[in-house]
């Protein structure tokens, strides 16, 4: 009930690719969601759900760096987000 709450009052929801994301469908129709994708795994799934309650869907592929992604598998990938690519997504998803 608490992230229902908290999602109902969500303007803009940001998040690494999950199914946290979902929760989407509990926000206000017009609410903006931003999944992140590491660079090897980008599964489109919640695009559907979320757009089909009106949600704005926007997403971005985060950065390879073979330093921090050695030993995991791509479900679990870490990723590096370029913070100006992320700053000009969010300030583009922002406009009327």
Sequence with gaps: REQMNVFAQAEFIVGPHGA????GVFSPPGTRVLEMFSPNLM???LYYPLAHASLEYGFLTGEKNDAITEGYTK?????EVNVQKLQRLVEQMMRP
């Design 75 to 79: 479900f679990y990938e870490p990723m």
């Design 20 to 23: 946290g994301l979902l929760n």
């Design 43 to 45: 599964v489109p799934t």
